[in-house]
């Protein structure tokens, strides 16, 4: 690249705020984009509010409680991120290494005859040497080098705590659809038998030639429809135990005996206090780890400059020398400059690719704020939708409730007919579903309101 071009792209990268001299490389970079002072319809921002780490303590079950340890202890995607930190810590420790001496020890001997060299003569010569040589660092490329794995380092961690949040978050999702499941086949399994009780009810009438045929056919028919709805749940059911069992780190049915007893959810606490926007980007892990990313790249760039400027060593040599007939101590001190001259564009190449990755990965850390803004405005705002929805689907099933109750005295009575039975039945059936999703949803609304703040990252 021309040098016009390279101070064109360094201008481009300081308008970004991504220039290594405005920010420190190990410091907090900024991503640009200023936190609102408060969510949408909320009058302040809760400044003092602290994102919550053990949230799913707030829906006081104990089942729960049991499958968020075991996943913490045996998932296998949190091992993987787990070693994946172990490989960064590692090179970072070979970074380090980088800005200190090296030193070596080397022994030899040997036993022979060089002919004139030796005079003809059988010779022994023993030698022990230790050599040592260190890089002077004057223009900080080693420097950089660890400042990028110290930031790689502290990525990887922040990857961990952000995969750890999501399994807390997957485990939670999956358990309310388990336990919901459970509860729409229990639902549909007392509704049908209500709808068979009514079939025989109308072949009794049928019999008698108090009813039609048609009659018959039309309430065994709501009966197949009501029992066709049962082998579905029973399938999400297990599906949602089998992904428990996996997220858990175990085979499918290992733990489904911890659920095999039906539970009700426990009613949620109405109070619930969100930390601010600040607090919220300041806690994501997901935020810290674009952070980070883009950190290590502003020191990678400083790396690949560095490579335009010498690098000079020292080195020591000590040695003991035994041979026959005589021993020496040989020693030396030097030092060695290499400074590139010609490569064809190579240091300038990587200059510009580095660059272009630091672009990357600012424009990057820009995106994963905007998104955590956005996933927290959606979370909040679905979660208020739907505690309004739940509290309307409440009122549904008891008027649905007390419609069926009405239609079946009047039915028994005569002063309504089998279609507005039907119609009851069915009616409270849907109701009763609904307000089910909606709770097992209220609270996976919840989870994803804990979720977009960042909890559960830290122990």
Not at 144 to 155: D, G, K
Not at 326 to 354: C, H, K, M, V, Y
Request: glycine fraction near 6%; aromatic fraction near 6%; hydrophobic fraction near 45%.
């Amino acid at each position: 690249m021309s040098n016009s071009k390279r101070t064109l792209s360094v201008a481009v990268l300081a308008a970004l705020a991504v220039t290594a001299c405005a920010t420190s490389p190990v410091g907090h970079q900024d991503s640009g984009i200023a936190a609102p002072a408060a969510w949408q319809g909320q009058s302040s921002g809760n400044a003092a509010v602290q994102v919550d780490q053990a949230w799913w303590k707030h829906f006081a079950d104990p089942t729960l409680d049991t499958l968020i340890a075991e996943a913490l202890a045996n998932n296998k995607t949190l091992q993987i991120a787990r070693a994946r930190v172990e490989e960064a810590r590692a090179g970072r420790i070979g970074a380090r290494s980088q800005l200190l001496p090296e030193i070596s020890a080397v022994g030899s001997g040997q036993r022979g005859n060089k002919g004139f060299l030796t005079n003809n003569r059988t010779v022994y010569v023993a030698e022990a040497d230790v050599q040592a040589s260190w890089e002077i660092d004057l223009f900080g490329g080693n420097q950089a080098n660890t400042a990028e794995a110290s930031a790689i380092l502290q990525s990887e961690q922040a990857s961990q705590q952000s995969i750890r949040v999501a399994l807390l978050a997957e485990v939670a999702r999956n358990y309310f659809d388990m336990r919901n499941y459970e509860r729409q086949l229990t639902l549909t399994r007392r509704n049908l038998e209500t709808q068979k009780k009514t079939l025989e009810l109308i072949q009794s009438q049928f019999q008698g030639g108090m009813v039609s045929n048609f009659d018959v056919q039309r309430t065994a028919a709501q009966v197949s429809t009501t029992a066709a709805m049962i082998p579905a749940l029973q399938m999400a059911h297990n599906a949602a135990l089998n992904r428990l069992n996996v997220l858990l780190g175990y085979p499918p049915g290992t733990k489904d005996k911890l659920l095999q007893t039906a539970q009700p959810l426990k009613p949620l606490d109405p109070n619930v206090v969100i930390a601010a926007p600040a607090t919220v980007l300041a806690t994501r892990p997901d935020v810290r780890v674009a952070e980070r990313r883009f950190a290590a790249s502003i020191s990678a760039r400083k790396a690949a400059t560095a490579d335009l400027f010498p690098k000079i060593s020292l080195t020591a040599f000590f040695g003991a020398q035994n041979a026959t007939p005589f021993s020496s101590t040989p020693w030396g001190l030097g030092f060695n400059l290499a400074q590139p001259l010609l490569n064809f564009g190579r240091i300038e190449s990587q200059i510009d690719a580095s660059d272009a990755r630091q672009k990357q990965a600012f424009l990057n850390y820009q995106q994963t704020v905007l998104v955590a803004l956005e996933n927290m405005e959606n979370a909040l705002s679905s979660y208020m939708h739907e505690t309004n929805r739940n509290a309307s689907l409440a009122d549904a099933v008891a008027e649905n409730s007390k419609a069926n109750e009405l239609a079946q005295q009047q039915f028994s009575n005569g002063y309504a007919s089998l279609l507005d039975v039907l119609v009851a039945e069915r009616n409270l059936l849907d109701a009763e579903a609904s307000q089910a999703t909606s709770d097992a949803s209220l609270r996976k609304d919840l989870v994803n309101v804990y979720t977009a703040a960042g909890g559960g990252w830290r122990d």
